[in-house]
């Protein structure tokens, strides 16, 4: 268990990371109040006020820029934008696993089966906010691991960005396999003559 947990944060950090870079690029280059802020603070009466407190680019005070991503809005480890975008993406992958495994199993024993208005989604994307919640919400273990993972640099942070982009994409091709329009789905249903 403790291997599925360290799994898990390690894909919950790096996507966390991801919307955090995602939001500063935005943030920076696609903003049109920026255009605006920028030409208000070179006004030369306004620049030479923020000099006097001791601020010479008030345009990168104003959006943080001087200031670590973890204390930004965006990078907060604790209950910021990007730990509930970089959640989601997490939770996502379970959410793709679990309606595999319940594809086989509904496939394999039940090919007739048929749901009414979807309850299925509901079931398995509150089984997976529960995963998340025990893997890494608990004891703020998501925080924790984040601090601990910010120290890490080098081949490590390279390998596990590789490894948690093919999670997401292999999470995704097993829900979509499994299902009734994919191979093992199909190969399932057909197993049963009458069907």
Request: a positive charge.
């Amino acid at each position: 268990m403790k291997k599925i947990e360290y799994f898990y944060n390690i894909i919950y950090y790096f996507f966390y990371r991801a919307s955090i870079k995602f939001a500063l690029f935005v943030r920076g280059r696609y903003n049109p109040l920026i255009f605006i802020l920028y030409l208000f603070y070179n006004i030369p009466y306004i620049r030479n006020r923020f000099k006097e407190k001791g601020i010479y680019d008030p345009l990168k005070w104003h959006l943080g820029y001087d200031k670590k991503v973890e204390d930004t809005s965006i990078g907060n480890p604790k209950g910021s934008a990007g730990t509930i975008i970089g959640a989601g993406f997490s939770i996502s992958i379970i959410f793709f696993i679990y309606m595999g495994i319940y594809h086989i199993f509904k496939y394999s024993l039940f090919p007739t089966f048929e749901e009414p208005q979807h309850m299925d989604f509901i079931i398995l994307a509150i089984l997976a906010f529960l995963t998340d919640v025990i893997l890494s919400q608990i004891n703020d273990k998501g925080e924790k691991y984040i601090k601990e993972f910010n120290k890490r640099k080098g081949w490590w942070r390279t390998k596990w960005k590789i490894i948690t982009i093919l999670t997401l994409f292999l999470s995704l091709w097993f829900c979509l396999s499994t299902s009734s329009i994919g191979s093992i789905g199909r190969f399932l249903i057909s197993l049963h003559s009458n069907v």
